[in-house]
């Protein structure tokens, strides 16, 4: 095993994070550096390096994630309109190796993305 991610750390509460939700697979905490007024990253509580890590037994835990987001989503009252966005390797430029999905809203969002 190498060194632990960042947020195999918030998940084990070794460094501090403003978690918004959590339940057996999920945890959802703020972005550290918010790029809309709500930016959440939304995380399974398993170890998987991103979406392209995924295998055929993590049927449930991908279904619970996006179920989460949908409950986070109502929870943080964002009826207007919200973006789930997973980096997904490095020229997606994904830089923490743990699956996750940014959650945005708050302002426009423009398409298509950078
Ligand atoms: P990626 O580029 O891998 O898709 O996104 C990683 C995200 O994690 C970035 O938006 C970055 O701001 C956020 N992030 C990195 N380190 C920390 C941290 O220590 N705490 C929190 N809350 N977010 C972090």
């Known amino acids: 095993m190498g060194e632990p991610t ?12 403003t978690i918004v939700y959590e339940d057996d697979f999920c945890l959802a905490f703020e972005d550290i550096n918010p790029q809309a007024p709500v ?8 170890e998987v390096a991103s979406l392209d890590a995924l ?11 996006l179920l989460a987001i949908r409950k986070i989503a ?6 207007d ?5 997973s980096n997904c390797g490095k020229a997606a430029g994904q830089e923490v190796m743990h699956l996750h999905f940014h959650l945005l809203a708050g302002r426009p969002l423009t398409w298509p993305p950078g």
Request: hydrophobic share 45%; aromatic share 4%.
């Open 6 to 17: 960042i947020f195999k750390k918030i998940i084990d509460r070794e460094i501090p994070a």
């Open 39 to 46: 930016h959440l990253i939304v995380i399974p509580k398993k």
């Open 55 to 65: 295998e055929d037994a993590d049927e449930a835990l991908a279904g619970r994630l």
């Open 74 to 79: 109502a929870q943080q009252g964002l009826g």
């Open 81 to 85: 309109g919200y973006r789930i966005v």
